[in-house]
């Protein structure tokens, strides 16, 4: 009797460490002095997106961030957590200082645009 007692709470514990060692390279949010654009390689939304954004902000720095790599998915954690995104979470993410895009279509270019802008005039105040 005593061994599946015992059995089931080494399951329990080592199932609890392993969340806690996962999430400990998780950092606890994205820096609002930096662009980040999670991306998925094969998604068709963030190639357009990388488009647009090569077209139009030709000399914008933004960190690149692949989220099928263990490092990158972490990061998108935290800017998942930072702008309190929870359930159907996709890329690509945007994360522009205190405002982020997810998806992309033509129609979110007007709110990229502005949200750059304003991030760049903030960066100048610095």
Known sequence: ????????LLILLSGALGIRNAEAGIPNTLPDDKIFFFYSSGCPHCHEAIRYINENHKTLDMEM???ERPDGYRLFIA???????TGNVGTPLLCIGKNHIMGWTNEFEPDFDLYVQAFLNEQKKK
């Open 1 to 8: 009797m005593k061994k599946p007692y015992f059995l089931f």
């Open 65 to 67: 961030v692949n989220i």
């Open 79 to 85: 800017g998942c957590r930072k702008f309190g995104l």
